[in-house]
């Protein structure tokens, strides 16, 4: 009789630490499940920055905050200058999947911005949205090097998100040029006068960008100027080291004619380029300026 009570008793204990030792087990691995969750989240929003809608966007490197993810491919797998390249951008949300609605910007549902890292170089361009979340288009590189490609978007009922990566280039690379401040901010394009007043070029400050248009044979102001985009032009700007990058929309309420005002906030001081997309007479053209902003 005593032995079947201590049988008892020690059948009882051992069915005490299986049970214990299952309830540790599962705490560990809902634990590891949760960590590996918060770790997939984490590297999927490091991908693109998130921006609340505005007057422009800003994009800046140290900034990690989004809801979707940009997968880059190419071909050929090895861009080479001059030739034709295929980009393909496939883009999907925090949970791996594709984001299939987006908001129209400037007219387009992504805009696909590509510099050579000393900024000689500049393109931009809207990729095809072939469904799914996938999009492409086809370009050449000029030159070869290093470029950084900026993907502007929106997923549908989101903020605009930039994300961005780095390419390079194969062929016969130019030397870099080396980014001055431009002493006076007026250009000649195509047959158009372009000048350029930006006030408080100071970082932190909101800054104004007055474009004014004449004809460069009267003299004249250029009352025939056309929408571009939708609007009365495009600016982007990137600074020097690539770490900044400002899509900039025009004043809201502005008619086409010959002035065209756009405001923005330099995020920090340095050396920055400014490229203005304008149309007149049905055709498109870019007045390039480089600027220094102070502290």
Known sequence: MQRTIQRNRKNRHRKLQIGLMA???SAAYTTSQTSWASTASAAASSSASAYAPGHHHIHDDHTASASASVQWSYMPLKPLA???TNIRLSI????G???RNFSLNHEKELHLIAVRSDLSEFQHLHPVDEGAGRFSVDTRFMK???YKLFADFTPAGEGNQVAQTIVEVGGKAAAAETLVPDKQLLQNVGGTEVSLVADQLRAGQETSLRFSFKDGKTGKPAEDMEPYLGA???VVIISDNLAHYLHVHPKEGQTIGPEAAFETTFPAPGIYKIWGQFQRHGDNFIASYTIKVGE
């Open 232 to 234: 009365a032009g495009h």
């Open 97 to 99: 999947r594709p984001v």
């Open 23 to 25: 309830v540790l087990l």
């Open 82 to 84: 001059g030739e034709s």
């Open 92 to 95: 999907t949300d925090e949970h």
């Open 144 to 146: 070869g090097g290093s």
